[in-house]
């Protein structure tokens, strides 16, 4: 079995600026296990645990979405947390261009593998960046002062132009991700 997602990769530039991100919460914000910049993505559909000979499927799959897809413009801004500002788990940051084509981009390729017989996701597709987890959550005061100070951050834009299919290992380090496949949109 191999753990699988289907993913849209970051610019070195954006990658840059939300390691200055990180940065500058560290400064305010401690007991944060901050997500590598440089592995950073935004995750389309999680598959979880499949078989590798499932591996075809997800790529037709791909392929039938991305004759529809024209390239399309990324950037992410604000901040926010899950599940709320009470019991902070996760620091994220949300889309700011492109949320419309990103959530299309996601409900096509869910419809597309469901087709091929993968479970279809129950939760809505909130596109989003997840740039550190709490093991604890801290006091809601210094949750609402990250709130505060990063709800302005903005990325540069990138043109996506290609979804991914990664495998993910679970190390004692942390994730390992490769990448299996990538399909290009049409141009």
């Given amino acids: 079995m191999l753990r699988l997602f289907i993913a849209v990769e970051l610019s070195e ?49 791909m392929e039938l979405v991305a004759k529809q ?16 500002s009470k019991k902070a788990r996760v ?12 959530k299309l981009l996601a409900e096509e390729l869910e419809k597309s593998l469901s087709d091929y017989g993968f479970q279809k996701e129950k939760r809505a597709f909130y596109p989003h960046l997840t740039t550190g987890r709490l093991r604890n959550p801290p006091p809601q005061a210094k949750i609402q002062r990250y709130l505060d100070n990063e709800s302005s951050f903005i990325s540069s834009p990138v043109e996506v132009k290609e979804a991914v299919l990664f495998q993910s290992k679970l190390l004692p380090h942390g994730p390992e991700y490769s990448i299996l496949h990538r399909k290009s949109f049409v141009n």
Avoid: C
């Fill in 69 to 84: 897809q024209e390239p399309f413009l990324l950037s992410f801004g604000g901040s926010g947390v899950f599940p709320n």
């Fill in 91 to 102: 620091l994220w940051v949300g889309v700011e261009e492109g949320e419309k084509e990103i």
């Fill in 13 to 61: 530039q954006q990658k840059q600026e939300l390691a200055k991100l990180q940065n500058k919460v560290l400064q305010y914000l401690d007991g944060v296990r901050w997500a590598k910049h440089d592995a950073m993505h935004l995750t389309l559909k999680f598959l979880g645990d499949t078989e590798e000979s499932r591996i075809e499927q997800i790529r037709e799959a």
